[in-house]
């Protein structure tokens, strides 16, 4: 699977992640799924897995899939946490779990990000973190920050990537936010390809999206995310081996041109 820089990091990453919430949150008895799902995505070229201690179960269900294979993964995750000792229990137990580093790790919904920056900038020179973010859903959502204490923390430099939504039907951040990521050389990682499903529901004249050079409505919308330059990857969540491999063989395709790319938003939009 063809990758793409992530920003400043240096790094170059398959373009198609595997996201987690709610798909991995499994009971002990269904843990299996995630381990088959786990061992099929690297065996394809997936490194990319994020997660966050707020999913449920599905941090440790995620390290124990990895498990000998974690230094095959990038593993994204997250905290949640007001006061930077709460942040810091949850980043002790990640350490637990993915064998002593965190590749990303992402302030979630940008909670506390400005207690939180201080120590975890001493976290990633002491190499226990590799790269820092920031996620960001809409204003206010969960308590957390708006779009425009979002672009001040990006200006600060100490974060090196952003995860935000991005689909026809939530277009925001093309407005302000991927602009400034692209200008500070920051990575982007896109949430909700789907919109939480939300967008697989339609169904779309077959011709119609022929015509826009796809052949099923997944590969048109996670194609339609990556032909964005300015999209580095993208994390759909899935338990299904078959979705798994149809959301790869997305990210392999050709970029959309932009007359494509129109016809797409137009469907979905």
């Avoid at 990038?74 to 905290?79: D, E, L, R, S, W």
């Avoid at 949850?90 to 207690?115: A, N, S, Y």
């Amino acid at each position: 699977m063809p990758g793409r820089e992530l920003g400043r990091t240096g790094l170059t990453l398959p373009r198609v992640g595997l996201g987690t919430w709610r798909r991995f949150d499994l009971p002990a008895g269904r843990e299996h799924l995630a381990r088959e799902i786990v061992r099929l995505a690297l065996d394809h070229g997936v490194r990319v897995f994020d997660t966050a201690p707020v999913y449920g179960r599905s941090e440790g269900v995620l390290a124990r899939a990895l498990g000998a294979d974690r230094q095959r993964a990038f593993v994204a995750t997250k905290i949640w946490a007001d006061t930077p000792a709460a942040g810091r229990r949850q980043f002790e137990h990640q350490l637990d779990l993915f064998d002593g580093r965190v590749d990303l790790l992402q302030l979630h919904h940008l909670i506390g990000w400005q207690v939180h920056a201080p120590w975890l900038e001493r976290e990633r020179e002491r190499g226990r973190i590799g790269a820092l973010g920031l996620t960001y859903w809409r204003d206010h959502a969960f308590g957390g920050g708006t779009a425009a204490e979002l672009e001040q923390a990006m200006r600060t430099g100490v974060f090196d990537a952003v995860q935000i939504p991005l689909n026809p039907r939530e277009r925001d951040v093309e407005e302000r936010l991927l602009p400034l990521a692209r200008e500070l050389d920051l990575g982007v990682l896109v949430m909700r390809p789907f919109a939480e499903g939300g967008l697989l529901g339609r169904k779309p004249d077959p011709r119609r999206l022929a015509e826009a050079g796809c052949a099923e409505p997944s590969e048109a919308l996670l194609r339609w995310g990556l032909s964005d330059p300015r999209v580095h990857v993208t994390l759909p969540a899935t338990i299904s081996p078959a979705h798994l491999l149809a959301n790869i063989a997305a990210g392999s395709a050709l970029e959309l041109t932009d007359r494509q790319r129109t016809a797409i938003t137009e469907l979905f939009g």
